[in-house]
């Protein structure tokens, strides 16, 4: 049966793989537009959303929400919108880059220290 699984598994992935590329390849849509915009905050989202998905599952269980699709709409929601809000904010304050790429930031504070002397 782990052959079987494989093959369904395979032909599930081909479907969606056409699906999105039949929905999303036309960059006049707005989807093509919301799927640039979050993978514009792909690091922020990656770097923080576990720490949000785990608060929220202890805060909706505190709350007696044990829905399973509540848990999980709420949690995709959350951990995608406060990473990118984080990140907004920290480039308004200048800090993005320090806390979010501090090689760069190190690097391009050297090169600007060394071509002013």
């Known amino acids: 049966m782990p052959v079987c699984s494989f093959f369904i598994a395979f ?3 081909l479907l ?12 006049k849509h707005i989807h093509v537009k919301f799927f640039s915009f979050l993978g ?31 848990n999980v709409i709420c949690n995709i929601v959350i951990s ?7 990140s907004i904010i920290l480039k308004k304050i200048n800090l993005h880059q320090i806390v979010f790429k ?3 930031f190190i690097k391009e504070k050297t090169e600007r220290k060394i071509n002013n002397e």
Request: net charge positive.
């Open 80 to 86: 995608t919108a406060l990473p990118i809000l984080i």
């Open 16 to 27: 969606l793989f056409w699906i999105f590329k039949k929905l999303f390849s036309n960059e």
């Open 102 to 104: 501090p090689v760069t």
């Open 11 to 13: 032909g599930i992935s």
């Open 40 to 70: 514009k905050y792909s690091l922020e989202i990656y770097v923080i959303h576990c720490v949000f998905t785990a608060g929220n599952r202890v805060v909706l269980t505190k709350l007696h929400i044990n829905n399973f699709a509540i």
